[in-house]
């Protein structure tokens, strides 16, 4: 089966996130919300610790597709942040995990079914991407 036929289940990639990586990523964006880098504020408005900014995970998600079908080919991405991508104040960090399978294959373009998991949970409800093929 080729990679992008119907049905085709594409390798999983696995991305460890840390609290550098997060410190990166801000300066790289200009977010610097502190409910990415500070437990305490974190903690105040209600979630489970620092969380990742919601465009990486997505830039996660982009480079996971480019691993499997080329970079420059991802027409549309997309899902909604159903739950946060929490990263410890370790070492280890956190792992997020992108699988795919390919639901349809027509006029050029493939239709994607993501799953986006970290630690075992789903972050993302109803991802896809469509490519070109």
């Not at 305490?40 to 996971?64: E, K, S």
């Not at 960090?93 to 390919?102: F, P, Q, S, Y």
């Amino acid at each position: 089966m080729s990679l992008l036929e119907a049905g085709a289940e594409l390798d999983p990639q696995a991305f460890t996130i840390t609290r550098a990586d997060l410190v990166r990523y801000a300066g790289a964006s200009g977010d610097f919300n502190p409910i990415h880098w500070s437990d305490r504020v974190a903690t105040a408005v209600g979630l489970p610790g620092v969380i990742a900014h919601g465009m990486f995970t997505m830039a996660l998600v982009a480079r996971a597709v480019d691993t499997w079908t080329g970079p420059g080919r991802t027409v549309e991405l997309g899902g909604k942040f159903t739950n946060p991508v929490v990263v410890p104040d370790d070492d280890q960090g956190t792992r997020l995990e992108v699988a795919g399978t390919v639901k349809e294959v027509a006029d050029g373009l493939a239709t994607i079914a993501l799953t986006v998991t970290c630690e075992g949970t789903k972050v993302l409800g109803l991802p896809k991407a469509i490519v070109r093929v």
